[in-house]
């Protein structure tokens, strides 16, 4: 109660608040003391730019939102073999090949049932044996697509920036393509969730759509998930 942090904060995202304790509670050096002046004074002025940076944050991202974010990138792997999304992709073209056969008068409807059938027997014992895996990787992953866009948008606008100081050149390089990684992960994350719409539900059930996208979206967590903690503590900061 009272104390010199809960003075000076006025953050408003959990990254920026650790960041703040961290400096509050290890003493700079005097060169890094000059270089974090020199970043509030290239800022001061930019009225417009924290404005901006304020609605962006506010948009869609709640509070929840950062910690589910920052927490995603450092759960243990959920792990897939090598081999399986390209055999959910060859059963998938496969029944999609079956409908649009069929649909062209190349092959008989009968024919095109009992193919079908024994592709989805083939589906479905494939979508069984990998569902835990499935779920634990969905239930890891909190955020619908559009929480993932005021982060990507922030990103963004600080890419585009032209900063004078050598601090904020700094965070600027760290989050070099931060943007375009998450537009990525965004897209994944909306491929998947069309699933759940009831008009597409029954097109892309004998796709084994969520499957597919859910060992995507887990694949990219594994590839570029400590970027994104790492994009950030640079926020943070």
Avoid at 13 to 30: C, F, I, V, Y
Avoid at 38 to 50: C, G, H
Avoid at 125 to 134: F, I, N, P
Wanted: charged share 25%; hydrophobic share 45%; net charge neutral.
């Amino acid at each position: 109660d009272g104390s010199l942090f809960e003075l000076l904060c006025d953050v408003q995202t959990p990254a920026g608040r650790d960041a703040l304790a961290q400096w509050l509670q290890t003493p700079a050096s005097p060169e890094e003391v000059t270089a974090r002046q020199e970043a509030v004074r290239a800022l001061r002025d930019r009225t417009d730019l924290r404005e901006r940076l304020a609605l962006l944050r506010d948009a869609n991202a709640s509070e929840y939102s950062w910690n589910s974010l920052r927490k995603w990138p450092t759960l243990s792997p959920v792990e897939f073999s090598d081999l399986t999304p390209w055999l959910a992709l060859l059963l998938s073209l496969g029944m999609a090949g079956i409908a649009v056969w069929a649909w062209l008068g190349n092959l008989e409807v009968g024919d095109a049932l009992r193919i079908a059938a024994i592709l989805g027997v083939v589906e479905g014992a494939l979508a069984l044996s990998l569902r835990s895996q499935v779920l634990l990787v969905l239930e890891n992953l909190h955020l619908p697509s559009h929480r993932l866009e005021s982060l990507r948008q922030i990103c963004l606008l600080l890419e585009q920036e032209r900063p004078k100081c050598a601090r904020l050149r700094e965070i600027q390089h760290k989050l070099h393509d931060a943007a375009r990684q998450i537009s990525t992960l965004q897209r994944l994350v909306r491929l998947r969730e069309m699933r759940d719409n009831e008009y597409s539900f029954w097109f892309l059930f004998p796709l084994l759509w969520t499957t597919q996208w859910t060992i995507r979206i887990e694949r990219w967590r594994q590839t570029h998930g400590r970027e994104l903690l790492q994009y950030l503590e640079v926020l943070g900061e």
